[in-house]
């Protein structure tokens, strides 16, 4: 079974520096895709960022980059300049399979110090 | 496109009692989910639908039932409430999977079982 896995529980981050947050996933799929979901407390799921399993290029938007490492299963989120509505629950995602549902990291909590 | 939208976005139920959540789709999307967030932890599936008629247990869909007799709506029924069963519940749908398109969220339902 896929697994997803988040080892930071909570974050802080001064605001305008650069945190990363950690993701690592388990899977014997050799096509499937990556997100990274924020989580705001008004509770809505938006997309932050996603990257292609078969891509060797990092996947960037903006201020959000990711760092994916395939051979070692981790999909990390790096998020530069970080700004105050930065600050949310950051959900790692993995997707693959018949079924098409979205396995979930525990998630990190994300503060922003101004 | 209004997207994906669940009602309704809070209730409370007694112990026992039964309520459908009600989501529905306007993007002519496939593939219909159900999650469940409990706090601290990441989205889990309970059921899912991969076209009108067609639904399957996802990882925890023990007290629910589902029905998909129509593309655009997936109810998510509750027959006997139970308070493990506080939570908050995430509609999704998607055109195809495994995909880099991301899933549609609802906005969520936060339902107490007092």
């Known amino acids: 079974a896929q697994t997803v896995t988040q080892s930071q529980p909570e974050m802080s981050v001064q605001e305008a520096e650069t945190v990363t947050l950690s993701c690592t996933y388990d899977?014997?799929?050799?096509?499937?895709?990556l997100f990274w979901y924020k989580q705001p407390p008004s509770r809505q799921m938006i997309l932050v960022i996603r990257?292609?399993?078969?891509?060797?290029q990092n996947a960037t938007e903006n201020r959000f980059s990711v760092n994916f490492q395939k051979a070692a299963k981790s999909f990390s989120l790096k998020i530069s300049d970080s700004q105050l509505g930065d600050a949310a629950m950051y959900f790692c995602?993995?997707?693959?399979?018949?079924?098409?549902?979205?396995?979930f990291g525990k998630g990190t909590k994300l503060s922003v110090k101004p | 496109n209004a997207g994906v939208t669940q009602t309704p976005k809070f209730r409370i139920l007694k112990i026992g009692q039964s309520m459908t959540l009600q989501c529905t789709q306007d993007?002519?999307?496939?593939?219909m989910y159900w999650y469940r967030q409990d706090p601290g932890m990441g989205l889990k599936l309970i059921y899912y639908?991969?076209?009108?008629?067609?639904?399957d247990k996802g990882e925890v869909p023990n007290g629910y039932n589902v029905s998909r007799s129509t593309t655009e709506d997936f109810p998510l029924r509750l027959e006997l409430a139970a308070p493990s069963q506080t939570s908050v519940y995430f509609c999704?749908?998607?055109?195809?999977?495994?995909?880099?398109?991301?899933?549609?969220f609802g906005d969520g339902t936060r339902l107490s079982i007092l």
């Open positions: 990257q292609e399993a078969y891509k060797q």
């Open positions: 999704a749908s998607s055109y195809n999977t495994p995909s880099n398109q991301p899933q549609h």
């Open positions: 899977t014997s799929e050799s096509d499937y895709y």
């Open positions: 639908s991969v076209g009108a008629g067609i639904t």
């Open positions: 995602a993995w997707n693959g399979g018949s079924q098409g549902n979205l396995i």
């Open positions: 993007m002519n999307h496939n593939y």
